[in-house]
């Protein structure tokens, strides 16, 4: 099924380690995208790709960095963990078409840093 | 670039009672309105939207109309209930092109009293 998948869905860890999130999608799209959002709050937009190699920052500062190596998968990369990193984190996904930019979710990753 | 704005932050009414989000945009040039439903713990969904050539779209109890003159749109809901209650999402792009993507309003958390 059509789906976008983010591994783990919960993470708790503690201070100064690495992690990285996963974001795989089967939808056939182009451009990805990953948000952060605190409970019931804003979507506020950390990194995004508009393809293969591509990837542009977004309106939030974020210490975590992107890749793009294929097409469906956009995985999201903190070096060293802060407990400010505490939050969650969504996987969008979108397709290049004349007249639309909707976007589809994944379920999230919920992480927590001690 | 776009910015987008959404009233009220917080909204409360009565179970059948209607509700109205609002949400107004600066790019003369988008011509892409989707509206997002987020349920507490679950992923955003699009739930209706509307392209610049139409003012006005409904879908049983949601519709959402659009005015290109003053740059604003509104999701409408009527007979409201409990499962209405959630974080709602106005978004606007410029529709469709390699580099486009959706700019999001800030949400209105939706909250139906039974």
């Known amino acids: 099924e059509a789906d976008i998948y983010q591994t783990p869905r919960y993470l708790v860890i503690g201070t100064g380690k690495k992690i990285t999130l996963e974001c795989s999608q089967t939808?056939?799209?182009?451009?990805m995208y990953w948000y952060q959002q605190d409970p019931g709050m804003e979507l506020h937009l950390i990194h995004y790709?508009?393809?293969?190699?591509?990837?542009e920052k977004g309106d939030l500062s974020s210490e975590s960095t992107v890749s793009r190596i294929r097409t469906e998968h956009f995985p999201l990369t903190l070096e060293s963990a802060r407990p400010s990193h505490t939050s969650q984190y969504l996987c969008a996904s979108s397709k290049t078409e004349l007249s639309t930019d909707t976007q589809y979710f994944g379920p999230g990753t919920r992480l927590t840093v001690l | 670039g776009e910015n987008v704005e959404q009233h009220p932050s917080t909204l409360s009414v009565q179970e059948g009672d209607s509700a109205v989000i609002k949400c107004t945009y600066s790019d003369s040039a988008s011509n892409y309105f989707p509206w997002y439903k987020q349920e507490l713990g679950k992923r955003p969904q699009l739930i209706i939207d509307i392209r610049s050539n139409v003012g006005e779209k409904k879908d049983q109890r949601i519709a959402v109309t659009l005015n290109k003159t003053a740059k604003h749109f509104s999701l409408h809901i009527t007979e409201t209930q409990p499962e209405d209650s959630a974080v709602y999402f106005c978004?606007?792009?410029?529709?469709?092109?390699?580099?486009?993507?959706?700019?999001f309003g800030t949400g209105t958390l939706l909250a139906v009293q039974p």
């Open positions: 790709s508009y393809g293969v190699n591509s990837t």
């Open positions: 939808m056939g799209h182009d451009k």
């Open positions: 978004a606007a792009s410029r529709g469709g092109g390699a580099t486009n993507k959706l700019i």
